[in-house]
């Protein structure tokens, strides 16, 4: 039997995030679209060359974008909406970013020649964006309407086949497939669904035009069937696959993040030549899929784990695998694409090298797969060298003293119910709170970070160099920090914030500072667009050694008499956004980040904080797929938020700030956290996202946010009013707070001033009319 090696995609960004610094170039007019191109080919070159010198038989194409596979997607179906005045052929450059970050009158997109500029001259706010399923990645909601049209308005898919195929690589081109992007879609006045019929003689188009061009499989993702299912996706999978698997290359049908489930039926009969399984997150599947598999479906096994960075224990997965390696071909993959993980470990200097001798990246990944492909084809003889070494390193984690802390255990052990619950329901420590903060109506307030500036970034990098010493960088950023806390005060904000510029990310400075996590220099993962994230290894039990934000609350709170926030990251934030210890479940590590943060909590209030905020952005992104699977996940996730900040008084106000997320399904435990406020992202939805809230008639005050920081696109007064407006049309106006979606550290200064100061003014605006209004 034939055992073949592949992946199902590389990471985009480069190595030395090279694919960032080049969209960043461009944005700002540096550089033009020619300039850009050439560093896009040069970053997919080189992951072709890489993957191929490391041993896979079959490499993608078109797992590349320049910011977005979904909105790739929906560029190649030319699903572009009215308000970027599109008029239909090739979508263009500026027609793209304007879809991913907005464009505003003469700034923020740029023009296919590389000029500044939006689509067409439209003003026009960015597509919303969102979790890709329960990972970190984010992707651009495609935007359906009635009535809507299709057309093929991209060549990617082809091009970069070709492109590939110029430099002696076959490759298999990989395609989001149609019916995981109708279901990823918001319809307006339409079903996306129903749609199917229209969509599907594009993704024909583009079959054909591959087979013409000499591809002879092509991988189409369908994750969507890891998820429930109803009997219209079932439907469309079904009239998808009829159609799609003619007449064209293979398909190789790809599904990730979970179990098929009660879906293998469904799957294994669609007539694919080809089904990849994630045997990471669902190795009990490969039973129930081997033996329902016809004999003529190539089954692709994700037995390498394509989100995690821990290395694999080879001989278990050979003894796994060997059965069905012995009676039929087999490809070896990556649970889902390496898009999730560093690039390289190689590359990696600031490791304890304990701790990296556990660890494996995109290149060690698929190093792993060569050696379990010999192995399983030649004898584990023919690889003995590295399945020794492999075997060294899972029993040395196994048995390292970094892992566990007895004081850590015991710790866990004493935590009562009492714990977890404030002393007074939110009716009573509204009126405290109330008395000891004097706010007014509609509160004005950040989210957190403000600009990391280049100065800010370049004097946190010669201080990690050495280039000045902890004084000197220390004197610069209270400066800073001054100077931001004396502008918050100027323009009339209620409730302020330090800036956060100490910190380098809202988990990795955590992190840092508490025992149990590694961090890197170089492992860089893609957010979204060009945005990197480096996240912290969790490798061991949590303890807090000393306090964390203390001081820097302390020096911003003297500068002022007005609230200063306290700032910190919740426990299942730090969880979701790091890669975790998969050798205990998530929620024991999930309880020990929360005793660290409560200890930061209850120091914070000893020092005279009146307002601490536990931001809890990735709450529902670590949702399960399953929604059997919901509730014992919200629980043990809303009883960590509530371990972190049930122990203060009834005067001190705790918030909660949550990322894009749809909130309607899980609103009582939202409820259950009992935050006193929550902010929430709402601009880009118009404030839709409320419209669950005011259903469930949540009891505690929100900020839904009125200004969208993810796009460089400067929001009027006039619009964020409009907002507030809305807003008070769902909840009533006295549980309103107005803040902008998400911290601003990402933006410049030149955005944030112009947006902050209207934000304030449409607060008081509202003050005024609803004092109008009661009188």
Known sequence: MTISVATLGFPRIGPRRELKFALESFWSGKSDADALSLAAQGLRAAAWARQKALGADIIPSGDFSLYDHVLDTSAMLGAVPARYGWDG??????????????????????????????????DSTAQEMTKWFDTNYHYMVPELVAGQEFALSSGKAVDEFLEAKALGYHTRPVLLGPVTWLTLAKGKDVAPLSLLDSVLPVYEEVLAQLARAGADWVQIDEPCLVLDLDDDQREALKLAYRRLSVNGPKVMLATYFGALGDNVELATDLPVHGLHIDLVRAPEQLDAVWRRARPDLLLSLGVIDGRNVWRADLDALIDRIAPVAAERDLVLAPSCSLLHVPVDLAIEAALDPEVGQWLAFAVQKIGELAVLAQALDQGAGSVAEPLAAARAAVAARRTSPLIHNPAVAARLAAVDAGMTHRASPFADRRAAQQARLG???????????????????????????????????????????????????????DVLVHGEFERNDMVQYFGEQLSGFAFTRSAWVQSYGSRCVRPPILYGDVARPKPMTVDWWRYAQSLTGRPMKGMLTGPVTILNWSFVRDDQPRSASCREIALAIRDEVIDLEAAGAAVIQIDEAALREGLPLRRADWQAYLDWAVDCFRLTSSGVRDDTQI????????????????????????????ARSQMELLDAFADYAYPNEIGPGVYDIHAPRIPAEAEMTELLTLAGKRLPAEQLWVNPDCGLKTRKWEEVRPALIAMVAAAQRMRVRGAYDAA
């Open 89 to 122: 052929g090739k979508v263009r450059l500026d027609t793209y970013f304007a879809m991913a970050r907005g464009a505003q009158g003469g700034r923020g997109a740029q023009d296919a020649k590389g000029h500044e500029g939006c689509a067409h001259g439209l």
């Open 655 to 682: 918030h909660t700030h949550m990322c894009y997320s749809e909130f309607n399904d899980i609103l009582p435990s939202i409820g259950a956290m009992d935050a006193d406020v929550i902010s929430i992202e709402t």
């Open 439 to 493: 706010l007014p109506s509609f509160p004005t307030t950040t989210i957190g970070s403000f600009p990391q500036t280049p100065e800010v970034r370049k004097a946190r990098a010669a201080h990690i160099k050495g280039e000045i010493d902890d004084l000197a960088y220390e004197q610069f950023l209270r400066v800073e920090t001054a100077a931001t806390v004396e502008w918050q005060e100027k323009i009339g904000l």
